[in-house]
């Protein structure tokens, strides 16, 4: 069925996407636009002002005066516990809106994003509405001076004004994942969002006005990254940056933040390694190898890029996937029925492709897949194994955030769980086994920050999420993230 636009996001999408300034939506300061593609079709569908320094200038100083006046933190536990949820109800209440822009500008299938993306993000605002009530200190006993009366407790504060940059593989729930825990601490935000992805972060920010909260509390910043995302991460009047996207970025975001020695919280790259097993319920291993590397395309940062399969099934298990992979329909994410979406941008496209190209000539063989799919507007790739690669290859040490697995074969657990390890990231990674003993065993030996045992990229709002070693610092979801947007202070009183 050939897509057409809602009268309510055409209307939308005929006017440039504003900054959220202090309550105010704003074009920029000097007028500055830029295009907003789809990339299913590579069509300009609308523009989004470029904020400038002087705009970033006040979204901060408007974080600032409302994290100084206590707009928000001046409210009840239970107020604000009560906005964050409504947030998330008028977010499932205009889920059909906001999958649609979530379709149209980062290429995710309506259904997709219907049922999977809108109810992830209200959930993660419910989730962190209850924290709100339960944000608390503790009490110590002084065990150092004898005979005296002493009372001491902790506080959680929140943090001050937190920036939270956000990258275009998932606008909205990452959006939701940094917003939610900064708004639950009590944190004034000034958020951006990716450039090539602006539109359902100001619906967000919508939302968020009309479920209560205050002016100032939320700004939205729409631009480039590399001027005002960097003016944002170097402001001495931020005390938090908590940033997701590319490790590259993530080291620049720490030499910003210096000056003022701001807290940082990355969630960066991943090459994330799923291992097979002998004794695993193939047909299941197989089918959720193929889900884990080709599910949007590959963009998610917990995709399971690297194939590890013991050698006496490695040949079925690898045909397995190519056989899935060559039946995989790849086509708009604006048309229902099809298997895969498109990538980004033209950009991206290129250098996925040039990275496939790359192991073909370090010696890869293309099980499945391999080209880019042209013809049709859009930025398509085809599902790509690549099999028999080895750890001198760069598919197997850089991150493709494509849709291209690499495939290797192992002997024991002692070797593939060296290898597993053998890489700069340690985001995720998979265990496909029946053997209760060899799965903990492994997960308890890979370094990585979420492990998935027989299933993966199964999310969940209570469960920390995040890197080991170049794949980031800190966690997102849980209790463990709301953490991350507090400082927290002991007082010690002499009675
Ligand atoms: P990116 O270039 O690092 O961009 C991410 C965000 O940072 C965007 O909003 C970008 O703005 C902004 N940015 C760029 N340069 C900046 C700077 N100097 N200072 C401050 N902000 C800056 O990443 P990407 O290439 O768009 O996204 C893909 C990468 O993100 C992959 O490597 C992937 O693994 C990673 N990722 C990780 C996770 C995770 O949870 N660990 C999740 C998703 C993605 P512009 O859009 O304007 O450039
Ligand atoms: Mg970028």
Redesign the pocket.
């Known amino acids: 069925m050939t897509y057409s636009m809602s009268p309510s996001v055409k209307q939308r999408l005929s006017q440039p996407q504003r900054l959220l300034i202090d309550g105010h939506w704003l074009l920029a300061s000097d007028g500055n636009v830029s295009d907003v593609y789809n990339p299913s079709s590579g069509e300009v569908i609308a523009s989004a002002a470029s904020a400038t320094a002087a705009d970033t200038e006040l979204a901060v100083a408007a974080a600032r005066r409302s994290f100084d006046e206590r707009t928000w933190t001046g409210l009840t536990p239970a107020q604000r516990g009560k906005i964050l949820w409504r947030i998330g109800d008028l977010l499932e209440q205009h889920g059909d809106e906001i999958a649609e822009l979530e379709m149209l500008d980062a290429g995710k299938a309506f259904n997709g994003a219907r049922h999977g993306e809108i109810p992830f993000a209200a959930d993660c605002f419910r989730y962190y509405a209850g924290w709100c009530t339960k944000i608390e200190g503790s009490t110590k006993d002084l065990s150092t001076v004898p005979n005296q009366d002493f009372h001491i407790y902790t506080r959680r504060e929140p943090i001050g004004v937190a920036a939270l940059?956000?990258?275009?593989?998932?606008p909205l729930v990452?959006a939701a994942w940094k917003i939610a825990p900064a708004l639950a601490a009590g944190c004034s935000c000034v958020v951006?969002?990716?450039?090539?992805t602006p539109l359902s972060a100001v619906r967000l920010g919508e939302l968020m006005i009309e479920a209560g909260v205050p002016a100032g509390v939320i700004n939205i910043l729409l631009g480039?990254?590399?001027s005002i995302?960097?003016l944002l991460?170097e402001h001495s009047k931020v005390d938090k940056v908590s940033?997701?996207?590319?490790?590259e970025?993530g080291k620049?975001?720490i030499d910003?933040a210096k000056g003022n020695l701001k807290k940082v919280s990355l969630?960066?790259?991943?090459k994330s390694p799923v291992i097979i097993f002998e004794d695993a319920n193939l047909k299941e291993a197989i089918a959720g190898a193929a889900q884990a590397i080709f599910s949007h395309a590959g963009q998610v940062?917990v995709a399971g890029s690297r194939l590890y399969v013991h050698e006496n099934v490695y040949e079925q298990v690898v045909q397995g996937i190519a056989d899935l992979a060559k039946n995989m329909t790849v086509g708009p994410a604006t048309e229902s029925g099809f298997d895969m979406g498109p990538l980004i941008s033209k950009g991206h496209l290129n250098g996925v492709f040039q990275m496939v190209k790359a192991g073909q000539e370090e010696g890869a063989r293309v099980a499945a897949g391999g080209r880019m799919i042209e013809g049709q507007g859009g930025y398509f790739m085809e599902p790509t194994v690549l099999a028999d690669t080895n750890h001198a290859m760069s598919v197997v040490n850089e991150?493709i955030?494509g849709p291209v697995l690499v495939a290797m074969r192992f002997n024991d657990i002692e070797e593939v769980i060296a290898m597993a390890n053998d890489s700069q990231y340690g985001?995720a990674a998979s265990i496909w086994t029946q053997d209760i003993s060899k799965a903990h065993k492994t997960a308890a030996a890979i370094k990585a920050g979420i492990l998935w045992i027989n299933c993966h990229a199964v999310p969940d709002m209570a469960v920390p999420f995040g890197?080991y070693k170049q794949?980031?610092w800190g966690r997102e979801n849980g209790y463990e993230a709301l953490l991350q947007y507090t400082e927290l202070k002991s007082v010690i009183v002499k009675l």
């Open positions: 940059i956000v990258p275009w593989n998932g990452q951006k969002p990716a450039t090539q480039r990254g590399s995302g960097q991460a940033f997701t996207g590319s490790t970025v620049r975001i910003a969630e960066l790259g991943g940062c991150e955030f985001l890197g794949s980031g």
